[in-house]
């Protein structure tokens, strides 16, 4: 009897919970559809790129058209690559980023969270990195005492690494309930 009453809470806490929806996505253009090829998704930047940025309609995650791709076919030296938005957040609030991520050699992209005040940097949280096979990353954290936070999509670039590719899709910030 205790485990029906268990099962029957969790259906009804499972069923009233707030559903998501396209609005509750912080963050502009999750398609991260580009303007023009070679040039970073429409609302997201690029600093000092090197590589190849381009939207692949063929490598996509599961239920998604399309990801961002980027070819590495320069030396980028130890800097990481980066394609970043800033977004406001509320303090001492917590969010949850989610990311599809995918690359032909295990470990070369990841996500990362920058907390910022003003223009002050406060914090860097990273992500999983990638793997060879897409996977849905998810990292929690709570903005303390930023007012703004970059959410970046970040790649290894040294030269060991032309001629691999990381794939990026379905980036969600969302503040959680």
Not at 53 to 60: G, L, N, P, V
Not at 99 to 111: A, E, N, Q, T
């Amino acid at each position: 009897m205790k485990s029906l009453l268990l099962l029957s809470t969790l259906a009804f806490s499972l069923l009233s919970a707030p559903l998501l929806t396209a609005d509750d996505n912080l963050l502009k253009n999750p398609e991260l559809e580009q303007a023009e090829d070679g040039k970073a998704p429409k609302g997201w930047k690029t600093y000092s790129n090197k590589q190849k940025i381009s939207t692949d309609k063929k490598e996509a995650p599961d239920g998604s058209n399309q990801s961002l791709r980027v070819d590495l076919i320069a030396d980028g030296g130890k800097a990481l690559g980066q394609i970043v938005q800033k977004i406001p957040v509320k303090e001492k609030t917590d969010y949850v980023l989610k990311l599809d991520m995918k690359s032909s050699k295990s470990g070369i992209g990841v996500g990362q969270v920058k907390l910022m005040s003003l223009r002050s940097e406060l914090k860097r949280i990273p992500t999983e990195t990638s793997s060879k096979n897409w996977s849905t990353i998810e990292l929690e954290f709570n903005s303390g005492n930023a007012d703004n936070i970059l959410v970046l999509l970040r790649y290894k670039q040294k030269e060991g690494l032309i001629g691999e590719t990381v794939w990026f899709a379905n980036p969600v910030l969302i503040e959680k309930k």
